[in-house]
């Protein structure tokens, strides 16, 4: 057993709308009431408690319902001297005379006395005497506007939904996301027919609306149940909700109002985009079905590796073998930058390790900040062969630093490192 949940449903004895019962029971089964998706206005067990309330005019009147106007006027006084507040002082008397007090007001007027009889407690309230089912003009229409437009017309009020949005990846080689590219992007995507302008109907012409719905995108019915009238609104099927036909669609769309194009966009980077960004290009996306705003596009930055060059953030990192000679006698080298090679004037004694900053060699900063540094690591290669005259001055030179050996302390401090500068 499914449970419809298109309808809308307007309690007219509770007056609230309600999309928790049953359409196929409309809410006579038990347990039926299932909220779906949403919350609307919560009342469930509506009408049936309402409807148990209240009793019957016929029986508040104590007579049969073939009565006469006059069988009612007589039991109407009897009881109204029975029961008026101001000889009748027991609890209740005064909630009593309401009631018998409605009961003949309904009763007592043909009209809705029919429209009581018909329909019961739900009849009440819709008026004096109107029809009250020709919704068309009835004081009905007002009444279900008031209370379901609130549910219902936002639907139809609310601004036509956006285009799809769309995503594309583009590739960057290291360089272009440091300093920024123009990228061409290749997409399929749903744009607004240029014939119709997205109206779908062939080119001059406004589509009419559903004969249907009279443009209103749904329909409403009301159902007689065993608690009450129920109004139900659906999407209607004939326009499938859209409120108009296309009666002569466009050739160029085939009626769609959107054509599938393939389109090349330019995207600018931005100098210092790192790796995951994502670019947003506002309308870019798919047009939307219902003449809104079109979808953006997302366009997701990929970026390659670079054989010498790492980057963390806006530095650039970069590690680079010397020698031992240069390591002990320091050495004016050349180092490549993002830029083009600079010269660095490498210190006497520079330990393997050693880091030095070439400032302003990083990244561009993308929120138009500082640029970043080059950091550059410096490996001290040893030499794994040597030759002769190499091994004969090596010799020399071991001779002179002689063959003591001193431990070096693991995770030295900054005291040590101090000390060690200094030679103490
Ligand atoms: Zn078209
Ligand atoms: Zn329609």
Redesign the pocket.
Known sequence: MTHSQASVYFNLETRRTTDAICRRCVGAGAAVARFLAGDRRAPTRMARESMADKQDYYEVLGVGRTSTAEDLKRAYRKLAREYHPDVNRNDGSEERFKEINEAYEVLSDPDRRAAYDRFGHAANGMGNGGDPFGFGGSPFGDLFESFFGAANSSRRRAAPARGQDLQVTVDLSFEEAVFGAEKAVELTRLETCEDCHGTRMREGQTPPR?P??G???E?RRVQQTILGQFMTSTP?A??R???V?ITDPCPRCRGRGRITQARTITVTVPPGIDENATLRLSGQGEASPQGGPAGNLYVKVRIKTHPHFTRQGKSIHLQIGINVAQAMLGDEIEIDTLDGPVVFKLPPGTQSGQQFRLRNKGVPDMRGGERGDQLVTIHVVIPKTLTGEQRMLVEQLAATLGSDVSPQPTNRGFFEKVKDALGV
């Open positions: 559903c249907t719905c443009g209103t995108g329909v209607c004939t326009c909700g859209e409120g036909t």
